[in-house]
């Protein structure tokens, strides 16, 4: 027999595309998550949302992550299961320094750009994040609608011949 083919639509993958539109993206890090098992399989269901979610540090060293809403598997049976509940973040001592001198001194956000599987193992990228303000809110979409036009132009140039 042969080896099983996995295709590339067995892989989930959670984005937070407002990130980009309202932070200056910085320095990013992947971490591990401390998950519960029906946590995994609801992830591997893309039955996740991390729109609103933050990275915050405690004093004892430790990063959680905020607000990311993991939905129940529908076969899990337990009544006290909470979507929202804080949850811890696997990263190295140095990473975890670099990311709460970032918080606490330059009054950084940390914010998780993806969830994905790496291994069979479910990964955060977080990243460190400056905020923006309206008008570089602004000059970001200027920027967009430009390279936009003048991918128009190009393509109906060589449509033309």
Do not use: W
């Amino acid at each position: 027999m042969g080896k099983l083919n996995k295709t590339k639509t067995d892989v989930c993958e959670i984005r937070n595309r407002e990130v980009f539109h309202g932070y200056f993206v910085g320095e990013t890090f992947e971490a591990g998550v401390a998950l519960l098992g029906p946590e995994v399989k609801s992830l591997r269901l893309g039955r996740a949302q991390i729109s609103n979610a933050f990275v915050r540090a405690n004093g004892k060293g430790e990063l959680f992550l905020y607000n990311s809403h993991i939905a129940a598997y529908e076969f899990h049976t337990s009544p006290d299961y909470n979507d929202t509940r804080p949850r811890k973040l696997l990263l190295h001592s140095s990473e975890i320094s670099k990311i709460v001198v970032a918080i606490e001194r330059e009054k950084a956000a940390v914010i998780p750009l993806k969830i994905f599987f790496k291994h069979g193992l479910a990964k955060v990228n977080v990243a460190i994040c400056k905020g923006k303000k309206l008008f570089d809110k602004r000059e970001t979409l200027k920027r967009k609608e430009a390279a936009r036009e003048a991918e128009r132009a190009i393509s109906s140039k060589m449509r033309m011949g």
